[in-house]
C-alpha cells in the first residue's frame, strides 16, 4: 500500500510519540536530537510496505553544493563539531593473534553502545573518522556516540574475504566484552558489505550484535540461511536509486522478500542518489534509534 508525504508525517509523529513515552531500555536507549535540523530534515517522496520502505529527495545542488564549503571536500563549519576529537584516539590491537588497525571514539571500557563502520574498497580507518568528508555525517556519528555513552570504531579493513570477516568478528567480540554485552551495531559500506553478510553467517559475532547497517552494498542470496536471519536482528538498507556500482534494484528485491517474510528491515532509497549518496545522508540518529529499540 503506498501512502502519501501527509500520511508519513502522521506516522512518524505517531511512532516518535511511543518512542518518547516507552519504558525500560528501549528508552533509555533512545538518542536524544543532534543537528537534526541540519541531517534530518528530509523530504519523503513514498513510503510503502507499511513504512518499512521509503523513497527520499536527494537533490546535488541543495545536498552537496548547498551543504560544502568545498563540495564533496568540506562541509560548512555548522554541519561540525570537533571538540569530539578529544575522544579520538588511533590504535593497532592485537585480538586473539590478529591485528586490526582502527580508530577508536568514546571510551575504551564500559560503552553504553558499540558503532562499527566497515568502509569500501581503497578505504581505511580514515575514511570513517573524516569530519569534514560527506557533508560532516560522520562528525555526526562520532558525536551522537560520544554524548550518550556510545563508543564508535572505524578499522581498516586489508581485504574482504573470509580475513577480513574473521578480523572484525574478533572486534565485535573484544567491543562486547569490553562494555558487558551492550548493543554492537555493524555498519558497512560499497564492498564492505560483504563483510556484514559474512558477519551475518559467524554465529558467536551475531550473539554480539544488536542490529546490522547495509549502505550500498550487495545482496546476499543465502542470507536466510544465516544466524542473523535466524535471530531476526534489525537491518537497515540504505541506497541510491542511480547506483552505478551495485543497482538499487537489486538491493531492493532483496529487501522486499525479507519484508514479505516479516523480517525487521527498513529500506531507504535517496532518488536520483549516486553511490556515495547513502554514507552523505544517512540519518544516524534515526536508524540507531530503531535498531537500538527493535
Known sequence: ???????????????????????????????PPYKDELFSRQNVLQTADGGAFEAIEYDEMRDINGRDQIP?????QKYVSLAVRKQQQDETLS?????????????????????????????????????????????????????NGGVYYSPTVRT???????????????????????????????????????IARDAGSVKSL???VVMSGVTD???????????????????????????????????EKLHEAKYPAHFTLFQTGNHGTPIRMIDWRRVLNWILAS
Open 95 to 147: 585480538l586473539n593473534g590478529r591485528r586490526v588497525d582502527l580508530t577508536r571514539v568514546g571510551p575504551t571500557d564500559n560503552a553504553q553502545f558499540t558503532v562499527i563502520f566497515i568502509h569500501g574498497r581503497d578505504g581505511d580507518r580514515r575514511l570513517g573518522v573524516n569530519d569534514y568528508s560527506f557533508g560532516g555525517n560522520f562528525n555526526r556519528l562520532k558525536n551522537l556516540a560520544v554524548a
Open 72 to 76: 564533496q571536500k568540506r562541509a560548512q
Open 210 to 212: 544488536k542490529g546490522m
Open 160 to 198: 574482504f574475504d573470509g580475513e577480513g570477516v574473521a578480523d572484525i568478528a574478533e572486534l565485535i567480540r573484544y567491543a562486547s566484552e569490553k562494555s558487558d554485552g551492550r548493543p554492537v551495531i555493524l555498519s558497512c559500506a560499497s564492498m564492505g558489505s560483504q563483510v556484514c553478510w559474512g
Open 221 to 255: 542470496p543465502d542470507f536466510a540461511k544465516s544466524a542473523f536471519y535466524k535471530a531476526k536482528l534489525p537491518l537497515w538498507f540504505v541506497h541510491g536509486s542511480r547506483d552505478p556500482v551495485y543497482a538499487a534494484a537489486g538491493q531492493q528485491a532483496f529487501f
Open 1 to 31: 500500500m503506498r501512502m502519501s508525504t501527509s500520511h508519513c508525517t502522521i506516522i512518524a509523529a505517531i511512532a516518535t510519540f511511543f518512542l518518547s513515552a516507552g519504558s525500560g531500555s528501549a528508552a533509555a536507549e533512545t538518542l
